[in-house]
C-alpha cells in the first residue's frame, strides 16, 4: 500500500503561484508514474500532469502547459506540482495519484483504475 497526502493548496489571486506536495509513504515511489488530477465543483475530474519513474518524461493537460510543471523527488518520496499564472478556471481539488502504467497513460485513462490516490487538496483562485 502506499499513502498519499497532497498539501499546499489555498487561495490564491489570478496570476499568482502555488506548489503542491504530495507525500507518499509505505513504499517508495520510485517505481510508480505519479500524476496529478484535478475536478472542480460540479465537473468531472481531469488530468493534470504525469510524470514517469526517474523524472525522463512529463505530460500535461493542454490548458496547463507553460504555466505548471511536475516534478518529484524518489529520495524523499515527494511528488511536486508548481503552479504558475494561475486562473480562476483552475480552481478545483487536486488530488495525487501513483500507478504502476506508464505515466503517458495517466492522461488517457483520466485516472481510472489507478493505484493509489491522496485524498485532495483544495486550489481556489480568485480574480
Known amino acids: 500500500q502506499v499513502q498519499l497526502v497532497e498539501s499546499g493548496g489555498g487561495l490564491e489571486q489570478a496570476g499568482g503561484s502555488l506548489k503542491l506536495a504530495c507525500a507518499a509513504s509505505?513504499?517508495?515511489?520510485?517505481?510508480?508514474?505519479m500524476g496529478w488530477f484535478r475536478q472542480a465543483p460540479g465537473k468531472e475530474r481531469e488530468f493534470v500532469a504525469s510524470?514517469?519513474?526517474?523524472?525522463?518524461?512529463?505530460y500535461y493537460k493542454d490548458s496547463v502547459k507553460g504555466r505548471f510543471t511536475i516534478s518529484r523527488d524518489n529520495a524523499k518520496n515527494l511528488v511536486f506540482l508548481q503552479m504558475n499564472n494561475l486562473k480562476p478556471e483552475d480552481t478545483a481539488y487536486y488530488y495525487c495519484?501513483?500507478?504502476?502504467?506508464?505515466?503517458?497513460?495517466?492522461?488517457?485513462?483520466?485516472?481510472?483504475?489507478?493505484?493509489?490516490w491522496g485524498k485532495g487538496t483544495l486550489v481556489t483562485v480568485f480574480s
Open positions: 495519484a501513483a500507478d504502476r502504467a506508464a505515466a503517458q497513460d495517466m492522461g488517457a485513462r483520466n485516472g481510472i483504475g489507478m493505484d493509489f
Open positions: 509505505g513504499r517508495p515511489i520510485s517505481m510508480y508514474a
Open positions: 510524470i514517469s519513474t526517474a523524472s525522463k518524461h512529463t
